[in-house]
């Protein structure tokens, strides 16, 4: 392919209407429909309670209520279960929560009834009015009371274990009883979340004219919120169709569905036969989304005298919430992803996915990969430290080398394919990361900064992320007879810069101007077959899909021109639109070549007049060749055998305050590896945005539950989402171009990355400078000082031994 | 019972609207739904994150704290707002939004709005800010996606087109 586009930091096309105001987010849609009406949901204010009356009695009386569902007003598939998205043979107890509560809550937050008014102020008052009897019941929050299981979330989910899963390669626990070292090392991840700037949203529209239902979602799948709907209100298919409009940011909390909003917004708009819109206020997002990270975990370690894996024996323990809609993926994320670029010769993973009453938990930006790499990397920092090793070294020791590519560890992955890397060059992506950062110089800094008085301390850490999960992606190009390109991809966008990244590979693929190309992503109208946008995969899925698509269009053209301009295929070539025989005049507009492909009875324009049947084609042959089909069109679908697997590494360099334990950070470094770029200053804005939510991490962020179950942080004055002032000034970004073998652009995903290293970076700059082990993030500066208490005995005598 | 409404006459971007609203009706609804400028986005609700940030007579303020009757006798500009005329239907980008689009300062767009009507109001005050007062111009407005490297980049850029366009180098 020509590559003029491909790898350039082509300006965004998304940025023309986001800037001017006009995006289209899903509580700005039919905002001038004066038909429009607004929803609002009673939450449990309980952890956990049995229900034991509902009286919506007074609610119909507030002037502008329209009609209020609790469970009992629900039938058929509504008044099941939400469905449990993805089952595994191990989630033996896996459960899901009723769209409107049944009988009993299990976090606070919970949906119990659901009332539709004319706007939501009043649909509020409304929901106000509701009273409600419970029966409290005693809450299981956070791990170690789940793991205690003295009390059970769900009655017939003994010891609160919805699943326990076990993996080993070779013999972990006799390589470790046989090394010449071992180490034990607890670690422990809080939970945090997502919490993009637009919470969830959906808006819904029945036409009884053409009895078909539309459906806004501001969703990561749009055809995954499409089969729901139609499965739970007992529609064809064919009867929805499910837009996702400009997305205020995702980070994997919008791909779980459905929510419950997503089918009562639907239901209710059937009912009452007015669109209705459901916006989530920035406290439901925080008690009736979903949370991610929480996890314990036990590391046994053996190794020889070079810091070399002999065995790895990790048991954790993932606190999933109160259900399990999305299954098992994030603690089998962990359980995977946590070796890194490493190959330990042999290595058991068990966990067990625990019930606590709090909100649910579902793929976070980065998806349990935070807390396998903080395991990893902890326990390579533990080696090091013991052996009086370079942490660098112990690392190189332990890498999977260049030559040993694809590289079988032996496991199954999330997607339940062998976890098999594909590419990559660790040693050679240490090196940029340690020149990046100043590794080799650090102890000269630490020491003028000591005589400055100043604490100072360096980690780094690796980690390998699999990107581009099947099953697949798919695209539709169509060429029309003006020129202008139309393509359709299934998956939704969330900010990525799709429209610009994806109208890249065409341009150059197709051979027309950038500006010709249209894409359109998450409208099920346009693609009904897709899956959706999580796990980096949407560059690597409809990317690849979209370069087929566009190879399958051109195919076509070049083969209509062929016959036009009466010269052989292999002679022609397409540049900006423009199909020409190399080295002559001769040449045919691609337009016009769309007009060529479509014969015509009726003349409507002066293109068509041209493709009427009496003036296209050979009179003695079927205007459309039997093996052929009109329009100039190309469709194809990407799905590979598996994922591919990108990489990277940070570097951090913090100060801590002596007296106040404050934490500084003072040089940020990034070296990634995801194949071949598609817009480097894409890839840049994602690791950026990955690098602060990863600051956040492992910095600020938790949620704070008590005792009760209820959740004190649950706003943005609380929960310390970083601004400006708590991000590193600058992030130095270095890449490695490793391609991925297993794709025709060589292209590995990008999304993800930025934040997978965070807590554990951290927490070996910390540590560093500080001289104890930092085993438990986030941390705070109050967390910190507790610790040097903690730890008075050795701080003197660490001030002195630094330099380890 | 009906709850009371009034009638308010707002001054948006140089036009007005008169629109029918309960006391208790935000500002920021109030624009977005009763004037239909959806351009303005409510991410908190509650003060802390400065999507919903319009000008009020030249000044940020955070739509969610005010309320649509107080905003009568005041001149308000949303980002609908900051596009300058130049003869065709959408406008110019402003040095602002221009300098947003040049060092890809957004990504799903949807904290932008405030960022935008922010800086604008803070490079009037301040035309030529050093590195760190453009990290404080900031200071008060979330954005989870871009870890607010290329914003801080934007602020800057933005403040280098408006010199360009007042001395003349730049149309």
């Known amino acids: 392919m020509t590559t003029k586009l491909f790898g350039t930091k082509v300006a965004r096309v998304e940025d023309q209407r986001f800037l001017r105001g006009q995006g289209r987010y899903v509580d700005d849609l039919l905002t001038d429909d004066p038909r429009l009406l607004h929803a609002a949901v009673l939450r449990s204010p309980h952890a956990h309670a049995r229900i034991t009356d509902i009286d919506v009695s007074d609610v119909l009386d507030v002037e502008g209520v329209l009609a209020v569902w609790t469970y009992d007003d629900l039938v058929d598939a509504m008044a099941e279960p939400l469905p449990l998205l993805i089952p595994h043979p191990t989630l033996t107890h896996g459960r899901t929560q009723y769209a409107l509560a049944k009988d009993e809550v299990n976090y606070v937050g919970e949906a119990i009834a659901f009332v539709v008014a004319v706007d939501r102020y009043v649909a509020e008052d409304a929901v106000s009015r509701i009273r409600v009897d419970y029966d409290y019941l005693e809450p299981v929050v956070g791990i170690a009371a789940a793991r205690a299981a003295d009390r059970l979330v769900h009655d017939d989910v003994p010891g609160n274990i919805g699943a326990r899963m076990e993996q080993e390669t070779g013999d972990a626990r006799a390589a470790i009883a046989d090394a010449p070292h071992t180490l034990t090392l607890e670690l422990d991840i809080e939970r945090s979340a997502c919490t993009p700037m637009e919470g969830r949203g959906t808006v819904a529209r029945w036409d009884p004219d053409t009895s078909r239902l539309t459906v806004w979602s501001s969703t990561q799948t749009s055809t995954g919120v499409r089969g729901c709907v139609a499965a739970k209100l007992g529609l064809d298919l064919a009867k929805v169709d499910v837009i996702t409009p400009d997305v205020g940011g995702g980070f994997g909390v919008k791909i779980n569905h459905p929510w419950p909003e997503e089918l009562l917004v639907p239901l209710a708009a059937m009912t009452l036969g007015r669109p209705v819109k459901f916006t989530e206020d920035r406290r439901e997002h925080f008690i009736s989304s979903a949370h991610e990270r929480a996890q314990v975990h036990h590391v046994e370690v053996g190794f020889d005298d070079d810091g070399r894996l002999l065995g790895l024996n990790v048991e954790f323990w993932h606190d999933h919430g109160a259900y399990t809609p999305y299954g098992l993926i994030v603690p089998i994320i962990t359980s995977t992803q946590l070796l890194g670029p490493y190959k330990p010769l042999n290595y058991r993973v068990v966990f067990e996915s ?85 590794w080799d110089e650090f102890e000269q800094f630490r020491a003028e900064m000591a005589a400055q008085g100043r604490r100072v301390g360096i980690g780094l850490a690796c980690y390998v992320e699999g990107t581009g999960v099947g099953p697949y992606e798919g695209a539709h190009v169509h060429i029309e007879t003006s020129g202008k390109v139309k393509v359709a991809t299934g998956l939704t966008s969330q900010g990525q810069g799709h429209q610009t990244a994806f109208a890249q590979i065409v341009a150059d693929t197709l051979g027309v101007r950038f500006e010709d190309v249209e894409i359109t992503t998450g409208d099920t109208r346009k693609m009904p077959y897709a899956v959706g946008t999580f796990a980096s995969r949407a560059a690597v899925m409809s990317g690849s899909a979209i370069h087929l698509a566009s190879l399958r269009a051109r195919e076509k053209a070049l083969r209509i021109a062929a016959e036009a301009l009466e010269a052989s295929e292999e002679d022609l070539e397409i540049n900006d639109g423009v199909v020409s025989v190399r080295g002559t005049d001769a040449s045919i507009d691609l337009g016009t070549v769309a007009v060529l492909s479509n014969p015509l009875r009726y003349a409507f324009d002066e293109a068509s007049k041209a493709a009427t049947q009496f003036s296209v084609g050979d009179p003695g042959k079927p205007p459309v060749a039997e093996d052929d089909e009109p329009g100039l069109e190309g469709k194809d679908f990407y799905s590979p055998e598996r994922s591919t697997f990108a990489n990277g590494m940070h570097a951090v360099i913090v100060e801590t305050d002596p007296d106040t334990a404050e934490i500084t950070i003072l040089k940020y470094a990034v070296v990634h590896d995801c194949g071949h770029l598609i817009n480097p200053m894409i890839v840049e804005g994602q690791i950026h945005g990955g690098v602060a939510q990863g600051v956040g991490g492992a910095l600020y962020e938790r949620m704070v539950y008590d005792e009760a ?94 330099g380890i | 019972m009906s709850e009371q409404v009034h009638d308010v006459r707002l001054h948006v971007n140089g036009s007005v609207h008169e629109v029918q609203v309960p006391a208790r009706r935000l500002l920021s609804d109030a624009l977005r739904h009763d004037c239909g400028l959806t351009g303005t986005h409510v991410g908190c609700e509650h003060g802390v994150c400065g999507a919903c940030t319009v000008l009020v007579d030249g000044r940020p303020m955070r739509s969610c704290l005010m309320l649509a009757v107080s905003a009568v006798d005041s001149e308000i500009t949303t980002v609908e707002g900051l596009t300058e005329a130049d003869g065709t239907p959408q406008g110019r980008l402003s040095p602002v939004q221009q300098a947003f689009s040049d060092c890809h300062g957004l990504q799903c767009g949807f904290c932008t709005p405030g960022f935008l009507t922010t800086i604008t109001a803070g490079l009037r005050d301040n035309p030529d800010p050093s590195e760190d007062e453009a990290r404080e111009m900031i200071a008060g407005n979330l954005c989870r996606c871009t870890g607010y490297q290329n914003i801080v980049k934007s602020v800057l850029r933005a403040a280098e087109i408006t010199a360009e366009i007042e001395s003349g180098e730049r149309t």
């Open chain 1, 354 to 438: 625990l019930y606590t009453n709090t909100v649910i938990v579902t793929p976070y930006r980065g998806a349990g990969r935070p807390q396998g790499c903080f395991v990893m990397e902890r326990t390579m920092d533990a080696i090091a430290a013991y052996l009086g090793k370079d942490r660098t070294e112990v690392r190189g020791t332990n890498f999977i080398q260049p030559d040993e590519f694809p590289y079988e560890h032996g496991l199954v992955f999330q997607d339940g394919r062998e976890l098999t890397y594909d590419s990559g060059d660790y040693p050679a992506s240490l090196e940029k990361l340690k020149a990046l950062v100043g």
């Open chain 1, 709 to 802: 179950g209820q959740l004190l942080n649950a706003s943005f004055m609380d929960f310390l989402m970083p601004y400006v002032t708590e991000v590193p000034t600058t992030i130095d970004i270095d890449h490695l171009e490793t391609p991925s073998p297993l794709n025709p652009l060589g292209i590995k995903g990008a999304g993800e990355a930025g934040v997978i290293p965070s807590a554990a970076v951290f927490a070996a700059a910390i540590e560093d400078a500080e001289g104890f082990p930092i085993t438990a993030m986030p941390i705070s500066p109050s967390e910190l000082f507790a610790l040097r208490l903690e730890h008075a005995d050795h701080t003197t005598e660490a001030a002195t031994i630094t």
